[in-house]
């Protein structure tokens, strides 16, 4: 079992940054490849970015694609999501979520916990 915490979130003006955190704990996190995810009211949970288990592969949706990086410090137990240019379309809740894959995954029913997600709003 891995426990995952995020936070980072909060109110930003389009154009902004922030960088989002999710502190795991319980099993090995560097035995888990990590994503982030979110939700916007009345949508479905999407795919965001996903990383290795070493931090070497990443991959992107390609509406966050030069914006956003994921990255991860598994000497400090955590996943890091960091957006830069947020734009009022990015306002959503955001999930941090690891997979017992060995690969990177974008697909959500692969990924077996979830944190309980962090509110992003970019007002415009």
């Known amino acids: 079992q891995v426990q995952l915490v995020e936070s980072g979130g909060g109110l930003v003006q389009a154009g902004g940054s922030l960088r989002l955190s999710c502190a795991a704990s319980g099993r090995t996190f560097s035995n888990y490849a990590m994503g982030w995810f979110r939700q916007a009211p009345g949508k479905e949970r999407e795919f965001v970015a996903t990383?290795?288990?070493?931090?070497?592969?990443?991959s992107y949706v390609d509406f966050v694609k030069g914006r956003f990086t994921i990255s991860r410090d598994n000497a400090k137990n955590t996943l890091y999501l960091q957006m830069n240019n947020l734009k009022p379309e990015d306002t959503a809740v955001y999930y941090c979520?690891?997979?017992?894959?060995?690969?990177?995954?974008?697909?959500?029913?692969?990924?077996?916990?979830w944190g309980q997600g962090t509110q992003v709003t970019v007002s415009s």
């Open positions: 979520a690891a997979t017992r894959n060995l690969w990177i995954t974008m697909a959500r029913n692969a990924y077996a916990y």
């Open positions: 990383i290795s288990t070493s931090g070497a592969q990443t």
